[in-house]
């Protein structure tokens, strides 16, 4: 949906045709109509007869919008905008979506810009005074979008500027020349752009699937994709070739959507699927994922040490093993990880040590001399050392990269063929942390009609995700890791200070970091970056933070939770958490699973644990309050429900 000030002045002419009983508004020249074309495809005009136009429903509830607006002083009259001026698109929409998701609340980053175009207003809120908020002509006009089903149609010469411009994400210079064409493939949602202003440009989901339909059809027509040539073709699929009529068939061969038996060609596969989003307007939800370099140089650990396991069977890949190999190394072969350490020094010791820890990364050799400079007090540089290992093996397995099993007694480390995956593609381009918003960047055109903003683009070209004008063979890899990886729940301690500060909604980034010491920007920024990756918080374009259902059943099940814990709740103790819900009797109304004692035992061959991993997890969900002494609480099934939430 496009709204320029030549589609405005359109709706309003047609309008006022109509006002004066006039059964349609008829254009004196071609040259006339593009807009009232573009408008159609909106499905805001109707094309009564060449040349003729009049008011859909929803074309015109959007003209009197515009009428009472203007009336209202709200909006100039759109004689008096700029040309260029774009009064609604998709990077409007989205402002005005993400504000209806934040609780009516735009925040800084759109706010001046809603503000341009009318829609927002001041509210007074209990315990936080005047608010900024989106108006009801914002929110009329949002019902508008959704409702309003935009037309689907694409000749030879469209055809031919998709099939060559980038997909996207990408640097909206990197455009084409196309005339009205952008304008045209917004119509119809084929093209998004970024908020605040558009910066960014990327293919919708069902850009991309016509895109892919460009490049594979025949162009033997003058109209190469229309609404009646999907219907031919999901009858064949329906009913068969022989429901065709002969015009339809030759119609499809020649396009080369099927062939001379009626079987589905490339062109028509893609088709098929624009189809069914369109018809369906049935979106992929938004998912991420997060990879840290330690994580990265974890999973190459494993590895190496599976190679020393068949000239040394003795040798696996426990905690213990994989603590000597990271940190016996010399300092010097993992400069890329001093970041990493540092900020758990940080953590742990305060900002005000930054320039001493800095100072020692210097002065030692091996990972081991730098934690015993500041833990051999008390002698816990091990127990540290061995802390950020778990703490990365378990994250590691939330996101299905690696997983866990009992060998000759002992919890030893497996790469998933996902953790293969990943691996492969750090030691082609180098090992890198892939942040959540840079994979996001690409699974945000899932979307109906959205882009990612500038600062996600970017985070994605710097992690090798988007490069070209598209989504790289690696950034296609890690999106579609998103949505296949079976996630199990895990959240730190920090992680989990981060999200009690969370609201439900109407919290945007930069709440967040005043909630914490300034000092703390970099780690608050890694946590939130964590959440989103878990699916616990969903960061929207205009830099809001609403909880994610969940999210909500997370923050709900560790309220209880004593802070002492590095990691209130591990991918571990879920499974335990579902080998003991397997073997144990639900009590509904107590809200409660049962498990008799003699049943530990097959929940713990069920869990794929060793013993003594097993318990300990055990004692993990007592302390955090998720598990009795023989019986799961409400607690623990709200992360059980989140667990099927996440998948």
């Given amino acids: 949906m496009v ?17 004066n ?46 009428d009472e607006m203007v009336s209202k002083g709200l909006i100039e ?39 341009k175009r009318g829609f927002v207003e001041e509210k007074k809120v209990e315990k936080k005074g005047t608010v900024v908020v989106i108006n009801q002509y914002a929110k009329d006009v949002y019902d508008i979008f959704k409702n309003a089903h935009p037309r689907l149609i694409i000749d030879r010469e469209l055809c031919q500027y998709i099939k060559e411009m980038p997909a996207g994400p990408a640097e909206s210079s990197m455009l084409p020349a196309g005339g009205r064409f952008p304008i045209l493939m917004g119509a119809m949602r084929l093209l998004a752009f970024s908020v605040p202003t558009s910066d960014v440009y990327a293919l919708t989901a069902l850009g991309q699937e016509i895109k892919k339909a460009c490049e594979c059809l ?54 098929l699927e624009a189809y069914r989003i369109w018809k369906e307007r049935c979106f992929r939800p938004v998912k991420s994922i997060n990879v840290e ?72 050799k091996t990972a081991e001399e730098l934690f015993k400079s500041f833990y051999e007090k ?33 919890k030893v480390h497996y790469l998933t063929e996902y953790g293969e995956k990943v691996l492969e593609d750090m030691e082609k381009r180098g090992i890198r942390e892939i942040p959540a918003v840079a994979v996001k960047a690409i699974t945000l055109t899932n979307k109906e009609f959205a882009s ?46 981060v999200l009690h500060k969370i609201p439900e909604r109407g919290f945007f980034v930069k709440d967040v970091y005043e909630q914490f010491d300034e000092t703390w920007k970099e780690e608050v920024e890694y946590a939130l970056n964590k959440l989103e990756a878990r699916g616990y918080i969903d960061i929207l374009q205009n ?26 709740i591990t991918p571990l103790a879920v499974r335990v958490l579902e080998a003991l819900r397997k073997v144990g009797t639900l009590y509904e109304k107590e809200k409660k699973v049962r498990v008799l004692p003699k049943n530990f035992a097959e929940a713990m061959k069920l869990s794929g644990l060793d013993p003594e991993s097993f318990e300990k997890e055990l004692i993990v969900l007592r302390a955090s309050n998720l598990i009795g002494k023989n019986s799961i609480n409400e607690a623990g099934l709200l992360i059980l429900e989140a667990l099927e939430k996440l998948n």
């Fill in 21 to 66: 009983n006039a059964p349609a508004c008829q254009l004196f020249m071609k040259s006339e109509e593009p807009p009232y074309l573009e408008l159609e495809r909106m499905n805001l005009l109707r094309m009564v007869r060449p040349l003729e136009y009049s008011l859909t429903y929803w074309g015109r509830a959007l003209a009197n919008i515009i």
């Fill in 218 to 271: 025949a162009p033997t027509y003058e109209t190469v994709i229309s609404e009646d040539i999907m219907d031919s073709l999901a009858r064949v699929i329906d009913e068969g070739v022989e429901a065709l009529t002969d015009e339809e068939k030759e119609v499809l061969m020649a396009l080369a959507y099927i062939d001379g038996e009626g079987n589905i060609l490339p062109a028509g596969e893609h088709l």
């Fill in 293 to 364: 370099i330690l994580d990265a140089e974890l999973l190459k650990a494993i590895r190496e040490v599976w190679k020393h396991h068949e000239s040394d069977p003795s040798v696996m890949p426990t905690v213990d093993e994989l603590v000597h190999y990271m940190f016996y190394k010399p300092l010097k072969d993992y400069k890329h990880l001093i970041q990493h350490y540092g900020r758990r020094l940080y953590q742990d010791l305060g900002y005000q040590k930054k320039e001493e820890i800095m100072k020692k990364f210097s002065e030692v």
């Fill in 452 to 497: 990612p903003n500038v600062d996600w683009y970017r985070k994605a070209v710097d992690a090798q995700l988007v490069g070209g004008g598209e989504a790289t063979e690696a950034g296609k890899m890690y999106a579609q890791m998103a949505y296949e990886i079976r996630r199990l729940p895990h959240i730190t301690r920090f992680e989990l200070q």
């Fill in 3 to 19: 709204i320029r000030k030549e589609h405005a002045l359109a709706l309003l002419r047609v309008r006022e045709e109509e006002l």
């Fill in 77 to 115: 009259h759109p004689s008096k905008w700029d040309e260029d001026f774009r009064w609604l698109g998709s990077e409007v929409i989205m402002m005005i979506e993400t504000a209806i998701e934040n609780g009516d609340v735009p925040g800084p980053l759109t706010e001046e810009e809603l503000k």
């Fill in 543 to 568: 830099e809001a933070i609403v909880l994610t259902e969940a999210g909500k059943l997370i923050k709900r099940a560790l309220s209880g939770t004593p802070e002492g814990f590095a990691n209130p």
């Fill in 378 to 410: 008390g002698n816990k540089w091990y127990e540290k050392m061995y802390d950020i290992v778990q703490e990365s093996l378990y994250t590691l397995e939330s996101f299905n990269l690696i997983r866990a099993e009992e060998k000759e007694g002992k």
